[in-house]
């Protein structure tokens, strides 16, 4: 095997490794129906931020181009399959960076996002990010209004404590920078990986070339 198709193969192994990994965790995420707790309910509301659904739809399609690569690699004089593979990935590059670009671009308006987010939650849940992150209400104390608790046992002391709004943001981008990070991450891999097609591709147009060029000569093929 030359060192063009093992590179290549080492490629699509770890781009098989991100479309599977992408599956696990939202397959994971969504079959988490745990009731929200301190250690948790930071972390299910901002799922609701993310773009799961087409998280999930983007792990599909890795999976798919992937197993569209094996023919390739079984048939070695075969071009049909790679050149399928290689369109596909392509599909998958402009499809990650864009739910990278779009969890990026929602960091821009992460708190504007979070008050309505927050508006929405039940009183239970408020209190249970007000205990998380130490504060009361989301602005301030009062707007919206705080729901009393441990924390924020009453006005007076709710009035010196800080809103939620600059802990959970910051925690909220914290996360998201993680998340656009790896899709840049995935995206130059999967760069990577395309030209590696285009190398095998390459390699093989030539060797075709020169077994035609041998048949024309009375060698065989090669």
Known sequence: MNRVLTTYIILDLLFLATGVLLLTSVLTQNDDRSNPTLANVARKMLLSLCPLRAAFVNGVFIVFAFLLSLPGLALPTSRMWLWLHGWLVAFCITFTLALGVDVWLGT???????????????PQIRGLLQETFKCCGYTNSTTPPFQPNSVCPNSLTAAKMPGCVWAF???????HAMIFTASFGVVALDVVLLLGVAMVLKQRREQKRYRVIDEKNGLGSI
């Open 169 to 175: 943001s910051n925690y909220v981008n914290k996360y």
């Open 108 to 122: 821009l308006k992460t708190r504007s996002n979070l008050n309505v987010l927050w508006g929405k939650q039940s």
